[in-house]
Nanobody, 124 residues
Framework: QVQLVESGGGLVQAGESLRLACTASGVTLSWYTLGWFRQAAGKEREFLAGSGRDGSTTYLHSVLGRFTISRENAKNTMYLEMGSLNPEDTAVYYC??????????????????WGQGTQVTVSS
């Protein structure tokens, strides 16, 4: 059974940093394209960052330079390092994995497996 479990969310103040982790079981993440998404209250889920199997990465423009996606295959874990957080970053953050895709998808429907989400709240 495939399972992705996020951790690392919480309450931080504006300007601070946070690192989210997503650990997989039942799958080998090195075989997958990986992504991080978030959904703020009353808004649609949006793509933040993606990591291809070839080491390529892509980011939502508004987080470029502030967020960094990475993966640690030996631990079957992916990460999202978030810096210079602001209240607009408050949302539930999700990790996702896609198999057999060309490039790094930005649409959530193209991802096959999802974590349960972790809340990130940034106070001003």
């Amino acid at each position: 059974q495939v399972q992705l479990v996020e951790s690392g969310g919480g309450l931080v103040q504006a300007g601070e940093s946070l690192r989210l982790a997503c650990t997989a079981s039942g799958v080998t993440l090195s075989w997958y394209t990986l992504g991080w998404f978030r959904q703020a209250a009353g808004k649609e889920r949006e793509f933040l960052a993606g990591s291809g199997r070839d080491g390529s990465t892509t980011y939502l423009h508004s987080v470029l330079g502030r967020f960094t996606i990475s993966r640690e295959n030996a631990k079957n874990t992916m990460y999202l390092e978030m810096g210079s957080l602001n209240p607009e970053d408050t949302a539930v953050y999700y990790c996702a994995a896609a198999v057999g895709r060309v490039g790094i998808p930005h649409k959530d429907v193209e991802y096959d497996h999802w974590g349960q989400g972790t809340q990130v709240t940034v106070s001003s």
